[in-house]
DNA sequence: CTTGATTTGTGATAAAGTTAACAGAAACAC
DNA sequence: GTGTTTCTGTTAACTTTATCACAAATCAAG
């Protein structure tokens, strides 16, 4: 088990898989088989199966999935066996929005840093934070031990305002700015765009008159 | 040129190119290569230029593409000629921050109706628009035309709520809720989920402490 | 204990996607 | 005009990813 060695887009489908279960062991229930997952998913069964044994042999045979067991291996395998500190940079609509968001807890993620350049905003309180002046950031987040950051600056300072954040020793970058940012080997970058999901989405429904 | 034979992936990418595009004809851009453009992106050359070439010619030997050229048949492909009206629904701290940015008409997309069932929420206003009641999504959908909503509802209705939009009409949804949602054929479906983003750079970012 | 129904993990096979390489068109330099 | 450089579209080779199919393990029922 070579962790670079495992093709990225098997990575890409862990958390899903991860947030299904969790969902399933909330909800009380014990095993689970790479066919009823496949269903719940809108997947094949061969995928899963093939995917999860590239860590080990997780499943039983005649039975499926022990499901905590299974998410706690997921877990263990993501880096999520304790909680990720991360920071908001940005404090805008979507800003604000996220800081206020109590789904990350569970799934291995807690906010503890915001940062803003707007006067105005500097020193508000949101959920119990307060919000920073974005110049601190080459001082606090290393103070913090903060390794992660939510990017949701405009477009025009998202590329700088990266660079700031990987020279601080921010590790992984998820961007909400349409911008495709260029980032040195090493770092991870995630974008989220919904215009993109959208634009995908016309391609296949077709002219919106006809 | 038959438009479901043409690989999901490739489809997938052409809105991150035209992202980028309509940027550089903002800057005034008259021209780029497969090469530059692959450099501004993070990818090759030979991807670029065989994925647009599904659709036909549109670079020529030498000078490399013509950017607001390209812009319109990109538009084209992905049925962007006409700006589509969008609804949001949920609007909760998510929605209220979808509802009020102005990134997507450049895109194609217009938000034109907002539903939530909070009776607080219902009839306020948000960038000149009236929250109106969920209940009356299946008479506002058809009469407005609308074929797209994004989903900004908590994760225990996301799913009842995704089947009426469907029987109102509805050929697309951009899902904000952690959960995967059944729906049937031909209706397309993305999802947007920022801790599945923020995993994924987990696994190669490492263990939190050591 | 045996039989039949499940279900995993995996090697083999098939499908899909990416990269490399190049002919030929266009532009440019002089 | 000629030679050089640039750059596309496309074919073919290669790599990656998905699917299939089955032995072996487990379980439940009688
Ligand atoms: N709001 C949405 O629903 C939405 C949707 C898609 C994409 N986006 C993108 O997300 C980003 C944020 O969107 P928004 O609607 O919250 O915008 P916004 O204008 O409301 O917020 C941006 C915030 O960033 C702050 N800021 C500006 N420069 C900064 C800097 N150098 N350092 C630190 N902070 C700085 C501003 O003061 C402001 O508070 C944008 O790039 C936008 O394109 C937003
Ligand atoms: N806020 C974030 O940054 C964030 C991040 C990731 C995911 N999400 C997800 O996005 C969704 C919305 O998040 P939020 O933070 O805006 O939550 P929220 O609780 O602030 O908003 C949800 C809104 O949906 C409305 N609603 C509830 N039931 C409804 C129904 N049946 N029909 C219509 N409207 C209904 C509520 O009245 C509320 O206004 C949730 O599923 C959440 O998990 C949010």
Redesign the pocket.
Known sequence: MNRKDI????ISRLPVYLRTLQRLQQEGRQT??????GEILG?????I?????QF??????????NIPYLVEQLQHILHLDDIWDVAVVGIGDLGHALARYQGFVDRGFRITALFDNDPEKIGRQIQGLTIEDASLIPSRIPELGIKIAMLTVPVSVAQQTADVLVRAGVRGILNYAPIHLNLPEGVCIEHIDPAIGLQRMTYYIGQRKG
Chains 1, 2 share one sequence.
């Open positions: 093709p990225r887009i098997i689970i088989s790479s066919q009823t997952l997947t094949t069964a061969a995928q199966r093939k995917d999860i044994s080990g042999e997780f499943g039983k045979q005649g039975t499926g999935y």
